[in-house]
């Protein structure tokens, strides 16, 4: 059966060399486009599936991100570590489920909540070696379906501009 994971996604950005590097130049976005491609790949290797909490808002790439084993939450105006203890409250009464749930985070209030409702806790860190081990030597391989690759700069900038494209005609729709 499929571990669930529950993701604090802004701990996993920070840990992450290659996501931290674009946060430090200011490439959010990018950032999490970056970490969400190696969440694909994850999945489609592992029989895990995965809710991913964002602090903040982003409607569209939630939209556009639609894969079966991955849950895309933007929690604003609430806090990710809020909408984190509300899911672990709502899975608590679930045995089967919280039997197979795992909370991803280096918050200390996220991992004291997590130990209280019995669900078990793996640090950012420990979270990257199981995705790094996982993409590199994969326990299970999807015959139907290759691992797409890491976007280039090219693709990135390419999304960016789909997504402001996007904004631009949701803006004409509301101007009429």
């Avoid at 139907?144 to 280039?152: A, I």
Wanted: one cysteine or more.
């Amino acid at each position: 059966m499929a571990t669930t994971y529950l993701i604090d996604v802004f701990n996993l950005l920070h840990c992450y060399p290659p996501t931290r590097s674009l946060m430090d130049e200011n490439k959010l976005l990018e950032a999490e486009i970056l970490f969400l491609n190696e969440i694909l790949n994850f999945t489609q290797n592992n029989p895990a599936k995965c809710f991913l909490f964002f602090d903040g808002m982003n409607k569209e790439l939630a939209e556009k991100w639609n894969y079966p084993n991955i849950k895309i939450i933007f929690c604003h105006p609430q806090s990710a570590d809020d909408r984190m203890k509300a899911h672990i409250k709502n899975i608590y009464g679930q045995r089967a489920l919280k039997n197979k749930t795992v909370t991803v985070s280096d918050d200390r209030n996220i991992i004291s909540f997590s130990k209280r409702y019995d669900i078990e806790i793996m640090k950012s860190n420990q979270f990257l070696e199981l995705l790094h081990e996982t993409i590199t030597h994969p326990r299970m391989k999807i015959a139907s379906r290759e691992k797409p690759e890491t976007p280039t700069s090219a693709e990135i900038e390419e999304y960016l501009n789909l997504l402001a494209e996007d904004d631009l005609k949701k803006q004409d729709n509301e101007n009429e």
